[in-house]
Every structure is written in C-alpha cells, then in structure tokens.
C-alpha cells in the first residue's frame, strides 16, 4: 500500500469510526508500566502474593501492576505481547514466534525470569485457569483467552509463590484481576495498519453492566472480536532476501581460545541456498570445484546455479550470493505472524444475600482460530532415500541426457538419481487451529465477624483444540507418484506401481507398517504420476492425490475446589504494630489431558511428526495452606513499620511425587514513611504434569544437528573425543554433514519427582514526601530452580557420550550408528541411525537467575496549563541468568545472559501531558545487546576459556530502542478518540534476524505501525 501518514490516519479514523465506535485511553498516556500494588484508602483488601485481608496493604513482595485501560495504548491487540515487552518476561511465546513448535501456532504464553512458561503460574482473580498448550506441556495459559476490555489490571510477582497459590508458581504468578463492579454500557474499537500495508488489526468491544437490589448485587457481561491479519517473509525488507554469518574459516584443533585471529564467520546479503530450491537441484561435481548446483526450470530444463559463490566449509554445498536461486522466502514459505480471529464472552456476576453469603459467578467461552504456516512446503529428500529414475517420462531430454552424463549411465539403461527440492507446488503445510475455551466458577464469599471472612468456591474448565494441518502431505502416496514411467501398452504416462508391482510398496518410514501396508493397495489403485520438475508442472490431481488434510484433537480439563478463611486476632490479640492476620484453607485440583493425531498422522503416515496418542490417567493433589502476618511495631520511632509475614503449604499428589512442601517468610521494615525495607525468601515447587510424566515416545527432528564423529566437529570437543568415536566404529575420514535434521524419539518419564526453588528478594521502596508525587523501588532477586524436568538435547547426548573418559557411560547406550555397508535409512558406515536416538525427560538440571528491578513512578499536576505530567520507568538489569544442563557435570554453568532474547538490561520509558482534553504520550524501549551466538564462544566462563573467541566478523547483534507516540483527545466525558504511532522509527530486527523463532522474537517484526480508535462510555447517561 503506498501513500502518506496523512492518508493512512484518515484511513485508520473511517475504518475505527465504522468499526464500532469504539476504543479506549487512560488519563495518563503510558503503555506497559510498573506501579507498587496497594491502595491509599480504608477498605479492606487483598493483593496478589498473599490472601490476607487489611487496610493499606502493600505486597512483601514486589509487584508489577499493569492497568487494564494501558493495553490499548498500542497498536498491538494482544496483552501477551504487551507484557511481553515488560523487562521481566522473556519473548518465549508471543504471537509471532508461536509457529516454532507443532500446534502451538497463535499461542501466546508468559515466561517470566526465562525460567520457562510451565513455571509461571498464570492466575483469574487469584484462581487458576485451564491451560491451552495441550502440545507443549498441557499446563501453560494462553492469554489471549482473557477479555481485554473486562481487565482491571494485571499483577505480576516475580518469585517462588507456591505456598500461596500451589505448585508451578515457580518463577512468579501473573493474576488477572477483572471489573466486578462495572455500570452502565462501553462500546469500544480499533484498528491498525503498517507502514508496509499489511499486518491489518481490528477490535470491537461492547460492556454491559448494572447494579440492581439497591446496589447488593452486579451483573456485567463483555463480548469481543477481534483479527490479526497473517503476513509473510516478501512483505519486509528484512526477511524479503535472506542476510546470514557463514563460515569462512576453521580453527585447528587446540587453537587457544578456539582463535587464529581470522574471523569465522563473515556477513552476507542476499543469499541463497545451492541445496533445496523451489524447482528441484540436481548436483554435478567437479574436483576442481567442489559441487555444482543446477536448478529445474519451470520448462523442465537444467540450469547452472548463478550468482557469487560463497562455500562454506561445515556445510556440504555451496550457497550463493544473489543469482537464480532460492532463499525460501518467497509467496508464504514463511508466515511472519500467523492470522488470528478471536471471540471471548464473559460473564461476572455477585449478589448479597446478607454480609454474610454472597455468591457470585464467573463464567466464559473463548474461540480462537489460528492459521500458520510454520512448516512450510514439503521438501525431498526428507528421509534419504526419495530418489528419481532417469527413465521418468516427465524429464526433458535436455534434463534427461544431462543427468545421465553426470551419472554416468549409458543410453538404453536407467539409473536413479537424488533432486532437492521444496515442493512448494504441493502448497504449504498450514495448521488451521480452532481452540475453545470454557471456564466456570462459581462460589461464595461473606462475613463470618467483623473481622473475619471466607470464600469457597469450584473452578472447572476446559480446552478444546481441532487441529486441521492443511496440505498434509502422505508420504507413501509421494512416493508412488513420483516414480512415473510410460505404460508401454497404451503410451500413457502412469505410476510405476501400476503396473509394476515390484514398485509397489508401503511407507518404510511409517511408525504403522501394518497400517501402511494395509493402505498400499488402494494407494496404487488410485495413483495419479507428477511432474516434480520445476515450479509449476505439478498437475492438480497429483496434488490432489499426494496432499491430504488431516486432524487431530486435543483436550484439558481443570477441576478446582478451593476454601479458606481469613481474618485477624482483633480484640484478644494484639501487637504494638496492630493485630495477627491469618488464613488458612484447603484445595483439591484433577487435571486431565489428551491429545489424539489423525490416524494417518499417528501412523507415521504423513509428512508431519507422528505423536503417539496421549491418553494418561488424571493427575489430583490435595492441599492445605496458611498464612500468618505479624505486625510487630507501628509508628514506632525508627520503626514506623515492621511486620513479618509468614506462609506455608502442604501437598500430597498422586504418583512418585508424594507430598511436598512450599514455604515463605518476610519481613517489612519502614524505620520512617519514606523509606520501606524488605526481604523475601520462598521456596517454591513444580510437581511434574500430565505431559511430563505420561507423553508417549514420539518422532522428533532435531535442527542444526552436529555429529561430533565427523572430522569437522572432532576438535571442537574434549580429548577423549577421537579416540571414543574411533573405538565406537567410526571410520576415519568420516565427516558426514547434516543437510536438515536428525530423526530422534523423545517422552515422559513416569518416575519424575518434583522441581524445587529457593527464592530471595531484598529491596526498597522510597516515597519521598519532599517531592510529592514519586515512588521508586528497587529489588534485588535471586531464584535458583533445582532438580529441574528437562531432557539432554540431542547434541548433548551424542557429544556427552564421546565427550566422557572412555564409552562405559549412559549416553552412549540412546542411539545407534551404522556398522559396514548401507543402513535401514540409506545411513553410511559410521552414521547414526535415523531414529535409533532416544530423549525422555529427567530431574537433573538446576537454573539461576539474579538481577535488580527498578521502578520509578512521578506523577505532578500543572496548573499552568489545566493538566498533569506522568512518567514511568522499568528497569531490569540481569547479573546472572545460568542453566547447568550437563548431563555429564552438573556443575558447568551455560551462561544465557547476553544470548539472543536474554539481555543484559531492558528498559521501558513512558512519558505523558495532559492538558484539557488532549494528552499525548511517549514511550521508549530499550533491549540490551546479544552475542551472535553463545556468551561462552567470546568470554571466560567459571574459568574456562573462550571456546570460540573469532566465531564471526562481529561480536554481537546491536541493541534496539523502539520509539511510540500516542495522542488522546477526550471529544466529551463518554466519548474518547485516539491515534498513535508504534515504532515510529521503523526498527526491524538486527543483523538477518527474522523476528521469530525462540531467540529473535524479542524484536519487532510489524515495523512503523499506524492505529486509533473511539471508546464510547454511557455509564454517565445512566443506562
């Protein structure tokens, strides 16, 4: 789309205007912020991190408070990723890298500290809530299932809070506190553009709320809709061409700091591959040269790869700068944000029947679509052994005499040879997700005494997830249409198996032979030959014949069963700093999930990882917990506060987890009203779920694999590593080189015990009365996670087995390589088997992380000019972010600190003036500096040395500020209009990054982005 900002804010107004006339702003013009949690007034209350009831209380902990009106001060339409884009949280889910696994496409998940999303407890008014990641570990929310429009606000404690609110509250808790009090009706929209023309986002919102028995009782009910547009890898500037560090140059074994000075790896533009392209590449070698790509034509015909070669000596082929080949970029090979369409209805209802029983109810139903293409086309050779006869009637004879020369076969004989290509004319492999949301609670709360109190109450919910995968390709049903002959009878081109039954044969890759093969008759019966060569010659009824939609089905449920009471000892117990506050309750939770593929899928059938159905038992724990505040002094001298604050809990779980315990203690000290001190430790659990104990061992591919047997990769390990592969079998000279990936199996583990952590903060909180208006905080935070669930990847299960002293070890025992002769996959001698690896899940692991989080807070009227200045800042600075994942020595520290999504120092800025009716806001964010590729490859780690100090031409991928305005213009007191500009610097992600993936999803991909919108409130009419 081409035209001026003036245009497209014009375009932006009619579009939001017509929408719905609707959409929102706070006083203060400031996105994503941090605020202490408390209140100033009287009122009893209770904020996240503990249950305890009492006027004026601030958390012991410290607490992050997002206001529910901030989450439409952007253009962005998902609070995921607006609390993404707080210091505290890691990018490990949001919207545009949710396609980096299977079935987690549209997801958005929070992960607080790094510590990953299954250790952070996401909470609904201080209740769990059912997950939706029924393909990650069954546990994790999605957030997008929360009513943007019904938030109140969001609190995020970061540390251990399991003996508060349960097990996974590893790294932290996010609650989700919603409206229960709201009157009157609010209609709300928006609408958002890049500068690009694409990237379309739409919101519509109606509010309905009313008291009714003299004010006893409120009723609210919110509907939402909501779109993102998809947008692909062609519609960037920094995702259109591909832009990468290859290497240029090998370090010898033994180098010192694994550096001869030269750089590894030097950065190029405009790659592509000489490998797999669009078309088909078929190889001649030349030993002058090396390997020579030649590319299908849509005609059919064999062309030399063009452009600036460019070898690379740990990759088997050459790639090329600029030329005719391809980069995988192209059409929507690769989708940079997956469409998304979105309904959620809610319902919050209470009425007091007396003080002392109030009931009240929760009730909501969530749809989301997601539509992504993570997988892109489907590739050959996939497996090794998808090979071409040269007797294929659909070659060209340019193409055929070519191939036979290089191949060396006579004419009059056939001979087989290997293409590789993306066959993009089979389309992409898309995940249509439809995933559905229930949630009930019902409950009630009341007056026992006047300083006592209960709630009770019965959470159920449920996910649904109907995963179609579009353009599934059957793999067995490729392989009999690609052999295609002459039928010598009629001169028509057929199947080879039509009439050659020795070519007939079932999927050797299905995980179902006798499924396959039952199949295979009808397979041939049906088989429609096609043309592979070049873009664009693939009939439609091959197409048709080869790619089947499938789908697959997933389900959790969660039961809870929640009572406690609290209250204090006024009036026969008393501190000097005021009475005891106490609660004590009970809990009872059941999950339950499953997970079925299509059975074409589940037997190995398709071009798509075969998942074993998962059907485990129900996981149940029962639970008792306390809470105890003790207010030692009060407006004492040098101690205008000091209390001490107290928790524990007890939880007996089904299975090898048995019971654990969860505890905290801290204490609060304000030696004047200024200055508050405190300190906090926890320890916190996470027993193992469904997924980590039951999941079934599946088929996995596992990227960017290296063998440590081949010549390239034997210096980059321990001494011993030679002589182990040498001893294992491997043959001298091997240097096998992964072209995609390593077939593997992974899964649960059921004797899985519990993950443990010890958490500390100890920090201030200043409130000068000199300067009013300013609160600031600082924290100090240090959490330690020990017998953590995780699996050896599969490089460091292969490179701990020759890595050891000698073969007598664990590793050396999950895979298998290939002895003499040709393996059961076309394997080498010396290969590993495809397939043979085997990953579950162990407790062995333990993560760090320590840091200071700074927030500041000011916030002064201007009476010059009828309004008020605001500004916020957050600032976390990250001292320590280790995981020790070594199987082989649990002591060596993997830094992630300074890696790709892990900085050093993040920062958010918000500034804004009101004046009248107008206010216009600023933020700023800041993401600190990366290495290219592990912290350990440029710097001394526990003392051992740079691995790999020369590992490119730069040091690092820059840091990023990103720059967005915003104008609010309140036309009435119940009618607001806004605009804003995000990113109003057009900052794209650094050095080739694409924005997605696990690490280089912390950037912004949309780039400038355009929105407004109108918000309507009629609570003021009186309806």
């Known amino acids: 789309m081409k035209g001026t900002l003036a245009m497209k804010i014009n375009l932006l107004i009619k579009a939001s205007l017509y929408a719905s006339a609707a959409t929102a702003s706070i006083a203060a013009a400031s996105p994503v912020l941090a605020q202490e949690a408390g209140e100033t007034d009287d009122e009893l209350i209770v904020v996240t991190g503990t249950r305890i009831l009492a006027p004026n209380l601030e958390s012991p902990v410290p607490v992050t408070s997002v206001l529910g009106d901030e989450f439409f001060e952007s253009g962005s339409l998902s609070v995921g990723d607006m609390l993404n884009e707080l210091p505290s949280l890691r990018s490990t889910y949001n919207l545009q890298n949710s396609t980096g696994s299977l079935g987690t496409g549209g997801l958005n998940l929070l992960d607080l500290r790094g510590l990953g999303t299954v250790r952070t407890l996401v909470l609904v008014n201080g209740r769990r809530h059912v997950g939706s990641d029924v393909l990650v570990n069954a546990a994790s929310v999605d957030v997008n299932t929360m009513p943007n429009d019904l938030i109140e606000r969001v609190d995020i404690v970061t540390g251990g809070s399991s003996a508060v609110y349960g097990s996974d509250a590893i ?139 460019i070898d690379d000596p740990t990759f088997p082929v050459p790639l090329f700068i600029g030329g005719n080949g391809d980069n995988f970029r192209s059409g929507t090979q690769s989708g940079l944000r997956p469409r998304v369409d979105r309904i959620n209805a809610n319902l919050i209802a209470h009425f007091e029947v007396s003080p002392a029983f109030v009931p009240f109810v929760e009730a909501k139903y969530v749809r989301i679509k997601a539509l992504n293409n993570n997988s892109g086309p489907f590739f050959v ?67 026992i005494s006047d300083n006592w109190r209960y709630e009770a109450s019965v959470n159920y919910g449920e996910f649904k997830e109907a995963n179609k995968i579009l353009g599934n390709v059957n793999y067995q049903r490729y392989l009999l249409s690609s052999d295609a002959v002459r039928d010598p009878a009629t001169g028509n081109i057929v199947c080879r198996a039509s009439i050659d039954p020795s070519a007939a044969f079932p999927n050797p890759f299905a995980t179902d032979g006798d499924y396959a093969a039952a199949q295979l008759a009808a397979d041939v019966a049906a088989c429609v030959p096609g043309n592979y060569f ?68 589940e037997a190995g059938q398709t071009f798509y990882n075969s998942i074993p159905t998962f059907s485990p038992p129900a996981f149940e724990v029962k639970e008792l917990f306390g809470e105890i505040r003790l207010p030692i002094l009060s407006g004492a001298p040098m101690a205008d506060e000091l209390t001490v604050n107290l928790a524990g809990r007890v939880a007996d779980y089904d299975g090898s987890t048995g019971t ?15 200055i508050k001190l405190r300190a906090n430790y926890s320890r916190a659990v996470r027993a193992p779920n469904l997924a980590d104990l ?97 699996s050896p990847s599969t490089q460091q299960i292969v490179d701990a087995c020759y890595d050891a002293s000698d073969l007598d070890n664990q590793f050396c025992s999950l895979f298998e390589r290939q002895g003499p002769g040709i393996g059961p996959q076309g394997e080498i001698e010396g290969q590993i088997i495809e397939g043979s690896l085997r990953a579950s899940l162990l407790n062995y692991a333990k993560l760090k992380v320590r840091g200071f989080d700074v927030s500041a807070n000011y916030s002064r009227p201007l009476p010059s000019i009828d309004g008020r200045v605001n500004a916020r800042l957050t600032y976390s600075h990250v001292l320590q972010n280790d995981d020790f994942l070594d199987p082989t020595d649990p002591g060596r520290a993997d830094q992630l600190l300074l890696e790709l999504n ?21 933020q700023m964010r ?42 609010n213009w309140e036309v009435k007191p119940e009618f607001n209009f806004y605009l804003g500009v995000d990113n109003i610097g057009n900052r794209l992600p650094p050095q080739g990054l694409s924005g997605q993936g696990d690490g280089s999803g912390i950037y912004d991909v949309l780039g400038r982005y355009f929105y407004a919108g109108v918000k309507v409130n009629l609570a003021d009419l009186g309806l």
């Open 902 to 922: 892990y900085p050093k120092d993040a920062l958010n800025l918000s500034l804004g003036v009101e004046t009248g009716p107008f206010t216009i806001g600023y």
């Open 926 to 967: 800041y993401i600190g500096k990366a290495v290219l590729n592990e912290y350990e490859d440029l710097f001394s780690k526990q003392g051992r040395d740079p691995e790999n100090a020369d590992y490119a031409e730069d040091r690092f991928y820059t840091d990023v500020f990103y720059h967005d305005i915003r104008f």
């Open 660 to 674: 654990v315990y969860a505890y905290n203690a801290s204490l609060q000290y304000a030696p004047i009203p200024d």
């Open 381 to 447: 050779p996939a497996y090794g052994i998808e090979s071409f006869s040269t007797d294929n009637p659909f070659l060209t004879p340019q193409a055929a005499a070519f191939i036979r020369q290089v191949e060396g076969i006579p004419d009059g004989q056939v001979g087989q040879f290997t293409m590789y290509r993306s066959m993009v004319d089979l389309g992409n492999r898309e995940e249509d997700a439809k995933r559905e949301t229930y949630r009930l609670v019902v409950g009630a709360r009341g007056e």
């Open 534 to 601: 070049g873009v664009g010659n693939l009939s439609s009824a091959a197409r048709q014949y080869v790619v089947q939609d499938t789908i697959s089905r997933g389900k959790i449920t969660d039961l809870v069963i929640n009572a406690f009471v609290s209250g204090d000892t006024t009036g026969f117990l008393e501190l000097p700093g005021g009475p005891v506050g106490v609660v004590f309750g009970a809990e009872y939770r059941r999950n339950t999930a499953s997970y079925r593929q299509d059975p074409l899928i």
């Open 171 to 309: 790294a932290g808790v996010v609650n989700f506190i919603l409206k229960d009090d709201f009157e009157g009706v609010q209609l709300r929209g928006q609408n958002g553009i890049s500068k690009y023309g694409d990237a379309g986002s739409h919101y519509v919102s109606g509010l309905v709320g009313t008291n009714f028995a003299e004010g006893r009782g409120n009723i609210a009910f919110n509907v939402e809709w909501s779109h993102l547009d998809d947008f692909y890898a062609p519609d960037r500037p920094h995702t259109a061409t591909l832009s990468s560090y290859i290497v240029q140059d090998t370090d010898d074994v033994g180098t010192p700091n694994g550096s001869d000075g030269v750089p590894d790896r030097l950065f190029f533009r405009d790659v592509r591959y000489g490998y797999y392209s669009d078309g088909g590449t078929y190889f001649d070698f030349d030993p002058n040269v090396g390997i020579i790509p030649y590319l299908f034509q849509p005609n059919g015909s064999l062309v030399r790869q063009t452009g600036e070669r």
């Open 694 to 790: 039951f999941t079934p061992l599946g088929t996995n591919f596992a990227g960017n694999f290296n063998d440590p047997c081949s010549e390239v990769f034997l210096a980059q390990g321990s001494t011993n590593r030679t002589a182990n592969c040498r001893a294992d079998g491997v043959p001298v000279g091997y240097d096998y080189l992964y072209e995609s990936s390593l077939r593997y199996l992974s899964g649960g583990n059921t004797e899985l015990r519990e993950e443990t952590s010890d958490s500390i903060t100890i920090g201030a909180v200043f409130q000068p009365r000199f300067v009013p208006g300013l609160s600031v905080s600082v924290d100090y935070f240090d959490i330690q996670v020990d017998d953590v669930i995780t």
